[in-house]
Nanobody
Framework: VQLQASGGGLVQPGGSLRLSCAAT??????MGWYRQAPGKLRELAAG???????SYADSVKGRFIISRDNPKNTVYLQMNSLKPEDTAVYYC?????????WGRGTQVTVSS
């Protein structure tokens, strides 16, 4: 299983970005976006199961929306009302038959 992430970049506070992560190979049971800010631990931002159950960090609830396209084995993270504290490297993670896979990180910078 390989994960191909895209969509990071520089955005002003209040702006929006959309991250995508496409998984090749077997369908995943769980896909999620994690983020790691400088000097901090990696944390779950949002996750979604193959059945559509979602989970969000409290800090992003109401601003981020995670969705997935099962036939394409792709997960999306729509990030709205971005704040400087959302600045981090975002990583895609997939769980397939009990094994986890990580994609390369994509940088998201929120700054004026």
């Amino acid at each position: 299983v390989q994960l191909q992430a895209s969509g990071g970049g520089l955005v002003q506070p209040g702006g929006s970005l959309r991250l995508s992560c496409a998984a090749t190979g077997r369908a995943s049971n769980f896909m999620g976006w994690y983020r790691q800010a400088p000097g901090k631990l990696r944390e779950l931002a949002a996750g979604i199961t193959s059945g559509g159950t979602t989970s969000y960090a409290d800090s992003v609830k109401g601003r981020f929306i995670i969705s997935r396209d099962n036939p394409k084995n792709t997960v999306y993270l729509q990030m709205n009302s971005l704040k400087p504290e959302d600045t981090a490297v975002y990583y895609c993670r997939a769980v397939v038959l009990g094994r986890e896979y990580w994609g390369r990180g994509t940088q998201v910078t929120v700054s004026s």
